[in-house]
C-alpha cells in the first residue's frame, strides 16, 4: 500500500497527512456514536448532552485563522506534529474525564482547537513543497481520506459501543495519532533525525497579517470562500438530517439507518480510483483527472478549477432537487450518496485554488474559507427544523434551498474564480 503511494509522490509528506486527515476526520464522529453509552452511564440529559456534541465546532471555528498565521510564520512540519499529537491526547483523555461535565467540554474544545489547525497546516505544507502538476491528486487524496476516516468511524463505533464499551473508539483512534506522530517523524524526509538546520523546521514566511486586505477584499478569493461556504451547506445538511430524513419519510428502522454510511463511501470513492478495500493509495480519479488535463494542456489551469467546482456543486443540487420527490428507499439512498460522490470534484477545484492564489499563504487562505464554511454547522440545524415546522412537516424546501445555495456558489466561482497569484 505504501510503495505505491511513494512511487507516486516525491516523499511521505502526502500519504502521511492524508493519514493524519483520516484521523482528524474519524475523530470528529465518534462522539455522536458514543454519546449514548456515556450519557446512560453517568446520567446526562439531552441539555448536557447538546453542550458535549457542540464544543468540538466551538473549538474548531476558533483555531482556524490564528494557526494557519502560525504555520506561516514558523513552519508547518513541527506545527502540524503538535497539533495531531493535541488532539490524539484529547481522544484519549475523553473517558477519563467523562465523569465531569465540565473537564469533558473543555477536553472537546481543546480537541477541535487541535483539529481546526490540522487542514490550514497541512494546506500549507502542500502549498509549499507539492509539485503543481501533482497538486490537484494530493489534495483529492486528503478529501478522500477524510471521508474514508468518517466511515470507518462510524462502521467501528457503530459495531463496539453497543457489544463492548462506549469508550474503545476513543482509545483506538487516539493510539493511531499518537502512531501517526511517530511515523512522521520516521518517515518524513523533511524532518532530518539530529535538527542540523533549524530552518529546516522553521521556514518563516512575511507576516499574513500585513495582507489582510488582499484576503478579504480580492473577488476571486471572496468567490472560493463562497463556494466553500456552499460545498459545507449541502454537506451538513446531509449529515445532520438525513437520519432524521429517513426516519420521518421513510420509516427506516436503525438497522436500515446504518445505510447513512453510504454517502460517505460514495465521496471517498470518487476521490480515489479503484475499489476503496482494494487498493487505497492509488491516483485519485478526481485529481488525477484534473492534472491530466492540465498536463496534457487539453485544458488551462483555470478552466479544470473551474470545471470540477461547477460538477461539484451543481451535480448534487440536482441530485438534492431529484431526492426530495423520490418514494423509494434505495433509491433515495443512492441519489443522496451520488450528491456527495460529485461533492469530491470540488476537491480539484476551488478547495486546490488557495494554492494556486497564495501559495505562501494558502493555509491562511483556507482557514479563512474553512472558517466561513463552518458556519453552515451552526445555522443548518435550527434552520431545517424551523423549515420544517413551517412548511407543516415537509422536507422539500431544506433540500431545494441546499440546492440553490450551490447554484449561486457555482455561478459567483465561474465568473470571478482565478488562478493568477493574487498575495
Not at 500519504?15 to 476526520?25: D, E, G, Q
Not at 493510539?175 to 523546521?201: E, F, K, N, T
Request: charged share 10%.
Amino acid at each position: 500500500m505504501w510503495p505505491g503511494v511513494l512511487a507516486k509522490f516525491p516523499s511521505s509528506l502526502v500519504p502521511l497527512c492524508c493519514c493524519a486527515n483520516f484521523i482528524n476526520a474519524a475523530d470528529r464522529v465518534i462522539m455522536p456514536i458514543a454519546i449514548l453509552g456515556l450519557a446512560k452511564e453517568y446520567k446526562y440529559g439531552l441539555y448536557e448532552q447538546g453542550w458535549i456534541l457542540s464544543a468540538l465546532p466551538a473549538g474548531y471555528i476558533s483555531s482556524q485563522i490564528v494557526g494557519s498565521c502560525a504555520g506561516a510564520q514558523c513552519g508547518g512540519y513541527v506545527l502540524l506534529a503538535f497539533v495531531v499529537l493535541m488532539w490524539s491526547l484529547s481522544t484519549l483523555m475523553t473517558p477519563m474525564v467523562a465523569w465531569s461535565l465540565q473537564l469533558l467540554i473543555l477536553t472537546r474544545v481543546v480537541l477541535g482547537i487541535g483539529e481546526g489547525l490540522g487542514l490550514p497546516t497541512i494546506y500549507h505544507l502542500f502549498a509549499e513543497d507539492v509539485p503543481a502538476n501533482i497538486r490537484s491528486t494530493a489534495f483529492s487524496y486528503l478529501t478522500a481520506f477524510g471521508s474514508i476516516g468518517q466511515v470507518v468511524a462510524v462502521v467501528v463505533g457503530a459495531q463496539i459501543c453497543p457489544h463492548l464499551h462506549w469508550s474503545f473508539p476513543f482509545y483506538i483512534f487516539g493510539g493511531l495519532g499518537l502512531i501517526w506522530c511517530v511515523a512522521w517523524v520516521r518517515y518524513s524526509r523533511y524532518l532530518p533525525p539530529c535538527l542540523p538546520d533549524q530552518s529546516l523546521y522553521f521556514v518563516k514566511a512575511p507576516n499574513p497579517f500585513k495582507q489582510w486586505r488582499t484576503f478579504f477584499c480580492d473577488m476571486s478569493m471572496c468567490s472560493v470562500y463562497l463556494a466553500h461556504f456552499c460545498m459545507n451547506w449541502t454537506s451538513y445538511v446531509v449529515m445532520h438530517w438525513l437520519p432524521v430524513y429517513l426516519h420521518v419519510v421513510f420509516r427506516a428502522d436503525p438497522s436500515a439507518l446504518s445505510l447513512t454510511c453510504l454517502p460517505y463511501i460514495f465521496n471517498s470513492l470518487f476521490g480515489i480510483g479503484k475499489p476503496l478495500f482494494l487498493n487505497l493509495l492509488v491516483v485519485a480519479v478526481v485529481g488525477h483527472f484534473a492534472d491530466s488535463l492540465v498536463n496534457d494542456r487539453r485544458l488551462t489551469l483555470l478552466y479544470v478549477r473551474k470545471l470540477c467546482t461547477t460538477i461539484g456543486l451543481l451535480g448534487p443540487a440536482l441530485c438534492l432537487t431529484f431526492f426530495v420527490t423520490l418514494n423509494h428507499f434505495f433509491a433515495a439512498i443512492l441519489t443522496v450518496s451520488l450528491s456527495m460522490g460529485l461533492l469530491a470534484f470540488n476537491s480539484a477545484g476551488h478547495l486546490s485554488s488557495h494554492a494556486d492564489m497564495c501559495r505562501k499563504y494558502a493555509g491562511v487562505s483556507f482557514a479563512i474559507s474553512n472558517t466561513i464554511a463552518t458556519l453552515p454547522g451552526l445555522v443548518v440545524g435550527p434552520l431545517t427544523a424551523d423549515f420544517v415546522a413551517q412548511s407543516s412537516g415537509r422536507w422539500g424546501p431544506v433540500f431545494v434551498l441546499a440546492a440553490a445555495v450551490n447554484l449561486v456558489g457555482a455561478v459567483v466561482y465561474f465568473s470571478h474564480a482565478s488562478t493568477k497569484p493574487v498575495i
